[in-house]
């Protein structure tokens, strides 16, 4: 009898593993998918921060539809428990105040004016590659500026991606006369370090706030900077057809707001070591859409330059993915901020 009973948990617990398994895939695909979505919407003749704002605007009112959704039962639930006390809104000092409009400022505005407008004079596929290496940079700056240890297989993966990138850029800078496309890949390789910082400043907030809430204040606060140099250069949403309202839809909806919900079902589900290796496709996913959707060429010289950038970022994260535990918030929630997949997570989701 108790043989008999345990069936139905097993095979629940194995349908969860297939759904995860499925959602973090579909969910580096997407990702991958979004940098062939913006180039194609920057080549129709949008500017980077008409992209930028289109797609956070719709992201910032999904996120606070979730927050009103998840605290609104919150609230419900502890009147109905009379401890309205003991579950407080999310909240922090002053100074972390300050601290998520940085974060907010440099995730979301800063981040993401200097990868649209790198990918506007670079290939989709090469901006892929030099934003998947941001787990790289940020072991480089953690070495740097808080004296952590590198284990010698992690170093070898950063010298791999560091001789990616280089292979990378120097393959657009031979087919580019105009030396454009090195500008490109400087302002995604800035758009990577910003990213880093980023993380790195989003660290102590995780003590006051759970990421659905933290990721909705932030949100929030990069597209009201976004505000400003949206107006200066106009927002024609009158004259923008399907195509471009689908792409925008899909960077927003799809991109910010569903793969966010996925990637932490998959991150519960499945731990950050499986997790880290699905997002390692990221970049591929982005060059095989270049490369299919938008008629990008593949050099040899990139190819090998990719594979070497994918292979190093791939011993960097998934080494510290197997080392680390995975740490939780006060509510239960995964800290994508300090999970070792992170700083993939959220290059394509902000």
């Known amino acids: 009898m108790p043989k008999m009973c345990s069936v139905p948990t097993q095979h629940t617990g194995d349908a ?41 605007v719709l992201a910032s009112a999904i996120f606070l539809a979730l ?14 428990s009379r401890r309205e006390n003991q579950n407080p809104r999310p909240t922090v000092p002053a100074s972390g105040a300050v601290r998520v409009l940085i974060g907010g400022v440099l995730g979301v505005t800063v981040y993401f004016m200097l990868e649209n407008g790198g990918l506007r004079l670079t290939s989709a596929s090469t901006a892929s590659l030099i934003t998947g290496t941001a787990p790289v940079i940020n072991a480089l700056a953690v070495v740097v500026l808080l004296r952590s240890r590198v284990t010698a297989l992690q ?21 580019s006369l105009s030396g454009k496309a090195m500008l490109g890949n400087v302002l995604v390789f800035l758009s990577a370090c910003a990213w880093v910082a980023y993380t790195m400043i989003n660290k102590p907030l995780l003590d006051h706030y759970d990421n659905l809430t933290l990721n909705t204040y932030q949100t929030l606060a ?56 699905c997002l390692n496709l990221v970049p591929f ?3 095989l859409g270049g490369a299919v959707l938008l ?12 594979l070497l950038a994918i292979g190093g970022v791939y011993l ?35």
């Open 222 to 277: 990069g597209t009201l900077f976004l505000v400003p140099a949206a107006l200066h250069d106009g927002l024609p949403v009158a004259t923008w057809g399907l195509v471009v309202w689908l792409n925008i839809l899909y960077l927003g909806a799809i991109c910010s707001a569903l793969s966010y919900i996925l990637y932490l079902f998959a991150l519960e589900q499945l731990g950050s070591t499986v997790v880290t290796s």
């Open 295 to 306: 008629g990008e060429s593949l050099s040899w010289m990139k190819g090998l330059g990719g």
């Open 285 to 287: 996913f982005g060059v």
């Open 16 to 56: 969860r593993r297939i759904a995860a398994l499925a959602a973090i895939l579909f969910t580096t695909v997407v990702w991958g998918l979004s940098f062939i979505s913006t180039k194609s919407l920057l080549v129709g003749g949008l500017a980077p921060v008409q992209v930028a704002f289109a797609r956070h």
């Open 67 to 80: 927050y009103a959704a998840r605290h609104g039962a919150r609230r419900a639930e502890a009147r109905r």
């Open 155 to 175: 170093w070898a993966g950063i010298a791999m991606s560091c001789a990616g990138v280089y292979a990378v850029a120097q393959a657009d800078l031979v087919s």
């Open 316 to 350: 960097v994260t998934t080494q510290d993915a197997t080392t680390k535990p995975r740490p939780r918030s006060p509510k239960g929630w995964p800290h994508m901020q300090d999970d070792p997949t992170t700083q993939q997570a959220r290059v394509c989701h902000p």
